[in-house]
């Protein structure tokens, strides 16, 4: 490939081991460092350029100039994703099993899944009251694997959901692992692969009946693009890339019980259970709590943007933490203000935790509805049906670390029902 000697070179022959170290700053800290919103780097032995803002989404969300197919590592697919998921398809096949999804995460859904959230949430405060002390995120992730998989279809036994919530959210905190950690987030993979698998099939030899409603059923029948039934495996999946970011959302729900402490004069407007009040408040914890670091494309044919020549195969990587602080986007990004999501026009490529572009046509996540909505009643349960007290505990979270969470994963006692 030619070199771009229109924008800035980082220095180094591959920056993968800084881009470890640094995580979520590692492309801030070169748009910071040269004045730009553009450079180009080596990562993985490959040339890959950055970017960031607003304006940078939207080419980066483009299907005409960028593509999803080859962008994803190795490392992500065996762990986050799934090997070939919709993750990493473009064009009418992509629409096609996205249109899947969609229809399986509408409005009412979310509503029920929220509804579904807060019943485990109230069922669990007596064991709460007897508990010494309660780890926020532990508790949530459980609760949020067994909603996901009764809401679904999917059969488990109560004895088996904790560690099946613990796979899940391995496979989450993995993929930017290496060593033991990164291993065992694959091991994860495969466990819950062959467990949804053999679920699939068990549905399409009769031994299972679910509901025809369910996500599960959906799934096990679901017709690709080509009118061929996708094999077992792929079903199952896909069908993890239903269940796997309702789990989570239990990284959602401890940095909304974080914001909750560290800018208590909120609780007294979320204590109205206005909607508008929770749904500014949810938003502003997925612009300020790090969530992904980044997305990845790849060109799909030449152009020039931004002084900047994309070449045909080239990796791209969007800075998402980058762009949520980024103050020409926002104003004092650096603070903590649900107001200023009041009133906001809706605009699909400044706040892009899961993803930028219209959920309905491109890569945006199709269950941010679901996340907002567990997000919303979770803080409503927080500050409204309990009482808590926060005990003394490592609350930091490290940029290095992606995803990342508070060390102590929110620790409460002296439980309450309200």
Not at 280 to 288: D, G, I, K, L, N
Not at 332 to 358: A, C, T, V, W
Not at 364 to 374: A, N, Q, S, V, Y
Request: proline share 5%; net charge negative; hydrophobic share 35%.
């Amino acid at each position: 490939m030619q070199a771009n000697e229109n924008i800035p070179k980082d220095e180094g022959l591959d920056n993968s081991l800084t881009l470890m170290k640094e995580g979520y700053l590692f492309i801030k800290n070169r748009m910071d460092r040269y004045h730009t919103d553009i450079f180009e780097t080596h990562l993985m032995g490959q040339k890959v350029i950055c970017m960031t803002g607003v304006e940078a989404a939207k080419i980066f969300y483009d299907p005409e100039r960028f593509q999803r197919k080859g962008a994803a590592p190795n490392r992500i697919q065996q762990t986050l994703f799934g090997a070939n998921a919709i993750q990493t398809m473009d064009g009418e096949a992509h629409l096609h099993r996205k249109q899947q999804f969609m229809s399986l995460m509408t409005r009412p859904h979310q509503k029920e899944l929220a509804n579904m959230v807060v019943q485990e949430f109230e069922q669990s405060i007596h064991k709460w009251e007897l508990a010494e002390q309660v780890n926020l995120f532990e508790e949530s992730q459980v609760i949020l694997c067994r909603v996901a998989c009764n809401w679904a279809g999917i059969p488990i036994q109560e004895a088996e959901v904790t560690d099946r919530a613990k796979d899940f959210i391995s496979m989450i905190y993995s993929f930017g692992d290496i060593g033991p950690e990164h291993w065992e987030g694959r091991r994860a993979r495969n466990r819950v692969e062959d467990w949804i698998q053999q679920v699939i099939e068990d549905v399409r030899s009769d031994q299972l009946k679910p509901n025809q409603d369910y996500p599960l059923y959906a799934w096990a029948n679901f017709k690709d693009i080509d009118g061929k039934r996708l094999d077992s495996k792929m079903a199952a999946i896909e069908l993890i890339n239903v269940i796997r970011p309702i789990v989570a959302i239990a990284t959602y729900i401890t940095f909304g019980a974080l914001a909750l402490r560290d800018y208590p004069q909120y609780q007294e407007k979320l204590q109205s259970r206005d909607p508008e009040e929770l749904e500014m408040f949810a938003q502003e914890v997925r612009r300020f709590y790090p969530f992904g670091p980044f997305l990845a494309a790849r060109v799909k044919k030449d152009f020039e943007w931004n002084n900047c020549q994309f070449e045909e195969g080239t990796l791209v990587l969007l800075d998402v933490f980058g762009l949520h602080n980024d103050p020409n986007v926002w104003e004092k990004p650096s603070e903590f203000r649900p107001e200023r999501f009041q009133d906001r026009e809706e605009n699909f490529y400044d706040l892009i935790p899961q993803g930028g572009g219209d959920p309905n046509k491109g890569h945006r996540c199709p269950g941010e509805g679901i996340t907002l909505e567990i997000m919303k009643a979770s803080i409503d349960f927080l500050v409204n049906r309990v009482d808590y007290e926060i005990p003394a505990q490592d609350l930091s979270y490290s940029l290095s670390q992606m995803p990342t969470l508070p060390k102590s994963g929110f620790i409460i006692n002296r439980v309450k029902q309200k």
